[in-house]
């Protein structure tokens, strides 16, 4: 069994491939504990950032911390395929779902962003 902590200066910068305007931050990594599966990140979308439409090989969490994010994904009620999130509101999908986000906002969003790999 494995740790880790990561202290608030400690999260480095990383480049999020299908992105724009964002800074996109590393809190933790799956290899950060022995078996891990779950990578956490923290994400300052500007005004306009977002992602392109598409997908990824994990299961995605998105939680908006501050701001607002427009979501366009390829599942849900109609009123949820194409919604904003606000603040206190998260998403949730499986692997390989396609979907984009768009900081539809005035203010920069922060966006806790949680991948898991699935097993196997």
Known sequence: MSYKITRKDE??????AGHFDVRTTRVH????????????????????GGSEYGSNPKESIYYIVEGQMYLESELGTPDEVKTTLYAGDSY?????????????????????????????
């Open 11 to 16: 999260p480095y910068n990383y480049e999020a």
């Open 29 to 48: 990594d799956a290899a950060d504990v022995n078996q891990g599966m779950v990578t956490m990140g923290l994400s300052h979308f500007l005004p306009g």
């Open 92 to 120: 949730h999908c499986g692997p390989d779902t396609k979907k984009s986000i768009v900081n539809n906002g005035a203010d920069c969003c922060k966006m806790l962003v949680c991948l898991v790999t699935p097993a196997g």
